[in-house]
C-alpha cells in the first residue's frame, strides 16, 4: 500500500507537459495569430526574430521601437499593433475583473513556512521579488531552493514550471540542487533538466539573455526567473558619476523587461541585490548600509525583502517595501536541504 502511495506521489512530482495545460492558454496569445489577422508571415517573424512571441508582448513595446526593427515601416508597425489590439484587450477593467485575473498568480513555497507567511504564501508570479542584503545571508540559497520548489506541484505550494537562472557572479552551484531535491522527495537528474542556466558576463549580454528568454517561455511552462544578481555588472561595466546617468537608464530598461516578463508569462521573477554602504546613514544606525541600484531599482521591485545574518546559520527577512504585505521579519535557516524553518 506505501510502495503504491510513493509511485503515485512520484507520478504527481513529474512537471505537466505543455499540452496537458488548459487554462495556460489563457495567459497569452501567440504571435502567430496575427497572420490569420491579414498580417504578412514575413512581418511576424520579424517580430519573433526581435525577441516578440505574444501579442501581449508586443502591445509592451511603443511604436519607436517596432519601427527600429529592421524591416518594419511605420505603416506596417500600425497595421501590426491594430491587428494586435483586436486580439488582446488592453483597455480599461473593472476592479471586480482586476480581482479574477489576480486570481491566476500562484504562489512558490521558499522552504520555510515562517518564511511563506511572512510573504503571504511564498515568492508570488506577476511580480518582481528583490532581495538584497551583504554577502553570505542566504539570498543565493533562497534562489536554489525556488529551483527546486518551483518545479513542484501547486497542491504541494509549488509553481509546476520550469526555472532560468541568469548569473552574473558565477554563484550557481548545480551540485547544491541536489540535496535540495532529495529533501522534497523529487528526482535530482529531472530537476536539473528542468533548469535552463546562462552566465552573464556584461550588461549587454545580461539584457540579451532576456530577451531570448521569450522564446523559451513562449513554447514551454516556465514559472520562475533567477537574476542573481541583477545589478552586479551594471556597477563593473559603468564606472564613476559621469556614467551614472548612462547606467541608471540602462538599467532601468532591463529592470522594464523583467516586469514584462513576470506580466506576459505569468512568471515570478526572483531578482538578489548588493548593497552599499550609506555614509549618511545617520549615527544611530549601527550598521547604515543601502540597497544599491538608487531610485531606478526602489521602484522597478514589486516587493523588497531585506536579509541580514542571525546567529549561527539562521537569517532573518525583513519585508522592506510591498503593496500588499505588512513590515514584519521572519527567521529562516539555511540547512543542506536548502532554506527552512529556523530550529530553536
Do not use: W
Request: charged content about 25%; proline content about 3%; aromatic content about 6%.
Amino acid at each position: 500500500m506505501i510502495a503504491t502511495l510513493k509511485a503515485e506521489e512520484a507520478s504527481q512530482l513529474q512537471l505537466v507537459e505543455r499540452e496537458d495545460i488548459d487554462d495556460e492558454e489563457d495567459l497569452f496569445e501567440a504571435i502567430d495569430k496575427l497572420i490569420s489577422a491579414g498580417i504578412n508571415a514575413g512581418d511576424v517573424k520579424k517580430l519573433q526574430d526581435a525577441g516578440i512571441y505574444t501579442c501581449n508582448g508586443l502591445m509592451m513595446h511603443t511604436k519607436k521601437h517596432l519601427t527600429g526593427i529592421k524591416g518594419l515601416s511605420e505603416a506596417k508597425v500600425d497595421k501590426i499593433c491594430e491587428a494586435a489590439e483586436k486580439i488582446v484587450n488592453y483597455g480599461y477593467i473593472t476592479g471586480s475583473d482586476a480581482l479574477l485575473k489576480r486570481k491566476s498568480v500562484i504562489r512558490i513555497t521558499t522552504g520555510s513556512q515562517a518564511l511563506d507567511e511572512l510573504l503571504g504564501g511564498g515568492i508570488e508570479t506577476l511580480a518582481i521579488t528583490e532581495a538584497f542584503g551583504e554577502f553570505r545571508c542566504g539570498k543565493t540559497q533562497l534562489a536554489h531552493t525556488l529551483c527546486v520548489s518551483t518545479q513542484l506541484p501547486t497542491n504541494m505550494r509549488g509553481g509546476n514550471g520550469k526555472v532560468a537562472y541568469i548569473d552574473t557572479e558565477g554563484t550557481f552551484r548545480p551540485d547544491r540542487i541536489i540535496p535540495i531535491a532529495e529533501r522534497f522527495g523529487m528526482d535530482p537528474g529531472a530537476v536539473l533538466d528542468n533548469i535552463v542556466y546562462a552566465r552573464a558576463y556584461t550588461y549587454e549580454h545580461q539584457y540579451n539573455l532576456l530577451l531570448g528568454l521569450a522564446a523559451k517561455m513562449s513554447e514551454e511552462p516556465f514559472r520562475l526567473l533567477i537574476v542573481d544578481s541583477v545589478i552586479a555588472l551594471f556597477r563593473v561595466d559603468f564606472t564613476g558619476r559621469g556614467e551614472l546617468a548612462e547606467r541608471q537608464q540602462k538599467l532601468a530598461q532591463m529592470l522594464s523587461r523583467l516586469t514584462k516578463i513576470a506580466e506576459e508569462f505569468n512568471v515570478a521573477v526572483y531578482m538578489t541585490n548588493q548593497v552599499i554602504a550609506d555614509p549618511g546613514g545617520g549615527v544611530f544606525i549601527s550598521d547604515p548600509k543601502k540597497p544599491a541600484g538608487g531610485h531606478v531599482l526602489a521602484h522597478a521591485a514589486t516587493i523588497r525583502l531585506m536579509f541580514r545574518k542571525g546567529k549561527g546559520e539562521q537569517r532573518v527577512c525583513k519585508v522592506f517595501d510591498a503593496p500588499n504585505l505588512p513590515e514584519a521579519e521572519a527567521v529562516f535557516q539555511i540547512t543542506p536541504g536548502g532554506i527552512a524553518d529556523a530550529k530553536d
